[in-house]
């Protein structure tokens, strides 16, 4: 393999890398927070993919602002209906219910835009590259890394510099005591589901960009890869669930380059093999959490 | 009614009590349906016999750990995978299958066997699997089950050669009759009950009510966890041997994601913690959707029409099982088994009472109980004792 090839390689598996952290984050940010696993975040995803598509005559930069809103507004609504209700009833039924929101979201979707593929476009230019010396980078997948890392710095000043930001912090650390000194929950959570659905509306964005299409299930693949990265990056972390998915989306795109032909339909198989083998050797995730230890 | 108190007959009534009620109500729930029932309505019956059997495998490991796990319907599809490759006759897989290795076309099982089998492969998986679960945390390992999931899903619907790949495998011979399914059902939920109740049981049921605690009394959290699963993993593959068997024909599909909410909304609405649970709420959700897949359809309520809505089904599955979940989290059983103490309790009383508002179940000051913080259920204390 040459330098180029290499660096051809690198650039390639630094977008899918990115675009994951930006998966794992919109998961990783309510679990901090509410110790809640959110399946729904899936469907975030979705809405904002047919927000996109089947609004492709309207003019860009209205759809963006349309996408917002809408994400953002079912995040919130999601959380006053279905979540709040059950918040005082453990990891195990937040669990559980958000996997009962997505289901009955997924199947909304196929009432109300069918059960066929959407297409559109969504902003054309995103499809050509640029070549940069030796590597040929496509627009959009520049956009996705300058995206993430404009996501990661402004959310890292957000949670040092604001109140509010502090408040999320001390809420993570230890909800019962936030409160007791006067962190509202209520509003640190909303907040908390405000951001991840704007992380699913990027999310969403950047997808969309790239296939062109949706169905009720478009999310799915979001919130597996954003699970996965999560717990391997120890849960209760925002660092590590971006390091997270940075192991998740490198090793995929090398073993998409090295697996022998035949084996690649089986490329997912083997990530999830690999995400398995990390957590034998470190449990905890590579970076343990402070959600992950047991208390007493 | 007020019975006469016997305290050797009452505790036998204990110990076997459970599993012989339920095990009446099923059979004669079945037996009065299929008295009656057309042959949709029997096949109806017959998949929500095998989808019972696949619950009461998922409760064997989330009922009994408290670590829920997505990854069941992975189990279920090595079952029914293996089974249907194990039961296509030779001649019928080497059109089928072009690409199969010799000795695999050459074997030919039985049904029975062949089911078996399936439920051994799944059970090696499940034994696999539980060396990394076993040091994990308990969120953590229920959501790395998703893992298990799409990697099962993956290799089902690349390795064509023996899976046949999307196409799935069909015309596998169908083998299974009421009285077989009837039969497995039985010996499924004497087995689990039988399973629960042991010291064995006993000691994992303890890692699901406070972790900490059972270690401290010298309880090898990691190792008892991971024999339910391995134990939960082999009635799964049971479930997907039978499956295959009713169905005739598989595809990777079946085994994913809508499959997998189905099966956790029944243990869920059923009540996760208890075997009761599990039997209940496969039959309360099959229930549920046969009357939503007949409103999905369209019909005509004296002057109003419902429009045909197409998905309707699931929409209303998902709402049953948040419902559930806000009002009831510990499901419709309430954590508790079907005992002969709540059946007396309640003859007692001349039935006034329901158990929802028995003042010897749920938490002391009337809150519904948090899952995964489960306060002792009533069903508990009367279990036999480990002396």
Known sequence: ?296 | MTMARDPARDRLLERGFTPLALCVLVVALVLGVLAVADSSLERLVLIALVDMIAVIGIYLFTGMTGTFSFGHLGFMAIGAYSTAILTVPPATKRVLFTAMPGWLVEIHLPFLPAVLVGGLLAAIAALLLSVPMARMQQLSAGLATLAVLIAVYVVVGNWSAVTNGTKGITAIPTGTTPIVLLVAVVVVIVAAWLFQTSALGLRIRATREDEVAARAVGIRVGRERGIALVVSALVTGVAGGLYAQLQGSLSPGAFYLAGTFLLISMLVVGGFTTLTGAVLGAVALTALRRILEFVETGVAIGPLTMPHLPGLTEIGTGIALIVVLALRPLGLTGGRELSWAAVRRVWSRDGSSTPAEDPDGGTTDGRPVAMGRVDSPRADRSLPRVD
């Open chain 1, 1 to 296: 393999m040459t330098g180029e090839q290499l660096a051809q390689l690198a650039a390639d598996a630094l977008a899918l890398a990115s675009l994951y952290a930006i998966f794992a984050l919109g998961i990783a940010l309510i679990f901090t927070v509410l110790k809640m696993i959110n399946f729904a975040h899936s469907e975030l995803v979705t809405i904002g993919a047919y927000v996109l598509i089947l609004l492709a005559d309207i003019p860009l930069l209205v759809r963006i602002v349309v996408l917002l809103a809408l994400v953002v507004a079912t995040a919130l609504l999601m959380e006053r209906a279905a979540f709040r209700p059950v918040r005082r009833s453990g990891q195990l039924t937040m669990l559980i219910t958000s996997f009962g929101v997505s289901y009955v979201l997924q199947n909304v979707a196929i009432l109300v835009f069918g059960p066929n593929v959407r297409s559109g476009t969504v902003w054309p230019v995103l499809r050509e590259s640029v070549q940069l010396g030796p590597v040929r980078v496509p627009y959009l997948n520049a956009l996705t890394i300058v995206l993430t890392l404009l996501l990661l710095a402004g959310l890292g000043l957000f949670l040092r510099l604001t109140s509010i930001g502090l408040q999320m912090r001390a809420a993570a650390e230890d909800f019962t005591t936030a409160r007791l000194v006067g962190v509202r929950a209520n509003r640190v959570i909303a907040v908390a589901f405000a951001m991840s659905g704007a992380l699913a509306a990027t999310a969403s964005f950047l997808l969309t960009a790239q296939t062109g299409v949706v169905t009720s299930t478009f999310g799915v693949q979001v919130v597996l890869i954003a699970f996965v990265a999560t717990i391997l990056g120890g849960m209760g972390s925002l660092t590590g669930a971006v390091i997270g998915a940075f192991f998740v989306g490198i090793v995929t795109v090398v073993l998409q380059q090295f697996l022998p032909l035949e084996l690649r339909p089986f490329r997912d198989a083997f990530v999830y093999a690999a995400v398995f083998v990390v957590l034998v050797v470190r449990p905890g995730g590579l970076l343990v959490g402070r959600g992950s230890a047991v208390r007493v």
